[in-house]
Nanobody
């Protein structure tokens, strides 16, 4: 059974950090790009970051550049999203997803994803 499971979400104060994990089972993650999306209440799901399957080139949307770092460990069949300098605007449910071997160029549409995790809540509040 193909499955993606996110973990690592929680409540954090503004300026704090969290590290999200995405564990895959039932398939080999190394053949897929890994992407992170998020959805805040009342808003559309938006792409956050992506990492290619092969050369580990990365993509970040403007609002997380310099704060978030995406990575992967193919030996562990997992992906990660390190989030630093969090703000209240980062509050959302975060989802990991897989795509083809490469990340889309210049944008990160949710329609490009094939497998999805169930999401993990990130709340930034004092």
């Amino acid at each position: 059974q193909v499955q993606l499971v996110e973990s690592g979400g929680g409540l954090v104060q503004p300026g704090g950090s969290l590290r999200l994990s995405c564990a895959a089972s039932g398939f080999t993650l190394q053949n897929h790009a890994i992407a992170w999306f998020r959805q805040a209440p009342g808003k559309k799901r938006e792409g956050v970051s992506c990492i290619d399957s092969r050369d580990e080139s990365t993509y970040y949307t403007d609002f997380v550049k310099g704060r978030f770092t995406i990575s992967r460990d193919n030996a562990k069949n997992s992906g990660y999203l390190q989030m630093n300098s969090l703000t209240r605007e980062d509050t959302a449910v975060y989802y990991c997803a897989t795509m083809g071997p490469f990340c889309p160029i210049g944008t990160l549409p949710s329609q490009a994803a094939d497998y999805w995790g169930q999401g993990t809540q990130v709340t930034v509040s004092s």
